[in-house]
């Protein structure tokens, strides 16, 4: 076991080390949320109590819940993910929570099952397609009471679906379903008083704390969950940077976040220092764009050797030079607005290494991006 805790920040370290039992760390971009979630896991698994529950470890993708629990084992050794502590995603958790109401019978499941196989989601299975969100009606799980069944809804975003009835009932009647289902039921379950009252005691008898890493990546959902378990006592640490929320990525409500954390008074440690950020001009530059600053990372004259510029405003986009090629991503439907940060306009540039004569393909191209 490396001792990497004396090469903490001050803030890192404070953070980690909190014996406040809800925590939100508001971590600036590349300040080492993932390292102080690590930090702070082995601080809570080895404090001297009696309590045998779990820490539990959550994040977003399977990519970057490998990386904390790899990261959790470089830091304190492989005994520190042994039962029944445990780093997974989150959507793993929404299963472990739908199977033990399935097993406790709590809620009944097509032909009385209570183990399932929950997909990605329906692409390749059996009389699943495509559906456009014109396409009319698909079918979809539901929570009648306490009872696992169906209904047809209109496909409200286009994707991959189980279109009649039959077919998709006969999956579920084989223990199928997809994780989109699995939230749906989990989000029900929570609506329902007895459901809920289950859960928080499942949550309270298995876990004695849970680190979020990513918490603007949270759906309603999850932050739901998240909000029991700081009700139902567990330490909890929710660990975030505003500036990197997503609103698409598994219906992510970053815009909850600040609301839970000032509701659950939440004690708030700020993780400022970058480490992305290497030398003293990237510093200034994050800070002075963070701080809503102009900035400016070329003059005029550098621009020819640019491969992409990013301009806030399509005003500004005008003034620049021949050599680059206007391309524009935003539309009212898909900007994100979030601490007044829109998304970027692009200018991509067509520089010396494209091997194009750039003023006649910004002739040929040009009009009908702009139309
Ligand atoms: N106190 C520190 N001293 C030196 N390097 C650090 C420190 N904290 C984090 N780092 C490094 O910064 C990089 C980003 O850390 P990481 O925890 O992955 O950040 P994030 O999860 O915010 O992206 C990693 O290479 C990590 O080793
Ligand atoms: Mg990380």
Avoid at 166 to 188: M, Q, T
Avoid at 328 to 343: C, I
Wanted: aromatic share 8%; glycine share 8%.
């Amino acid at each position: 076991m490396t001792s990497t805790r004396s090469r903490l920040t001050c803030e890192q370290r404070a953070a980690a080390t909190s014996a406040e039992r809800r925590i939100y760390i508001n971590a600036a971009p590349g300040s080492g949320k993932t390292t102080v979630a690590a930090e702070r896991f082995g601080v809570l698994r080895w404090e001297p109590d009696d309590d045998l529950r779990r820490i539990l470890a959550l994040s977003f993708t399977r990519s970057a819940c490998a990386e904390l629990c790899t990261r959790i084992r470089q830091r304190w050794g492989r005994t520190a993910l042994s039962w029944p502590h445990v780093g997974m995603t989150i959507d793993a958790l929404h299963c472990e929570i739908l199977t033990y109401l399935l097993r406790t019978e709590a809620v009944s499941w097509p032909g009385g099952l209570t183990e399932l196989t929950v997909l990605d989601n329906w692409r390749g299975q059996k009389a699943a397609r495509w559906m456009a969100e014109s396409m009319g009606y698909r079918r979809a799980i539901t929570l009648d009471g306490t009872a696992v069944g169906t209904r047809g809804i209109p496909v409200n975003r286009a994707g991959h679906y189980v279109g009649k009835k039959e077919d998709f009932e006969s999956h579920l009647r084989a223990g199928r379903c997809a994780h989109e289902d699995v939230r749906h039921l989990v989000l029900a379950s929570l609506k329902n008083a007895e459901l809920k009252a289950i859960i928080a005691e499942f949550l309270r008898a298995t876990t004695k704390a849970v680190i979020v890493d990513e918490v603007f990546d949270a759906n309603e959902l999850d932050l739901a969950l998240v909000w029991l378990a700081a009700e139902e006592g567990l330490s909890v640490t929710v660990i975030g940077d505003p500036w990197q929320a997503l609103y698409d990525f598994r219906g992510a409500r970053p815009d909850l976040v600040p609301g839970m954390v000032e509701a659950g008074a939440f004690t708030t440690y700020p993780v400022s220092r970058s480490f992305r950020f290497t030398t003293d001009t990237m510093r200034t530059v994050a800070e002075k764009a963070r701080s809503g600053a102009p900035v400016s990372l070329a003059t005029s004259a550098d621009i020819a050797e640019c491969d992409v510029v990013l301009a806030r405003k399509w005003k500004d986009l005008w003034d620049v030079a021949d050599c680059v090629l206007p391309l524009s991503f935003g539309r009212l439907a898909n900007q994100t607005d979030y601490y007044g940060l829109r998304w970027p306009r692009v200018l991509v540039s067509l520089g010396p290494s494209s091997g194009v004569g750039t003023g006649a393909v910004s002739r040929l191209i040009w009009p009908r991006l702009v139309g």
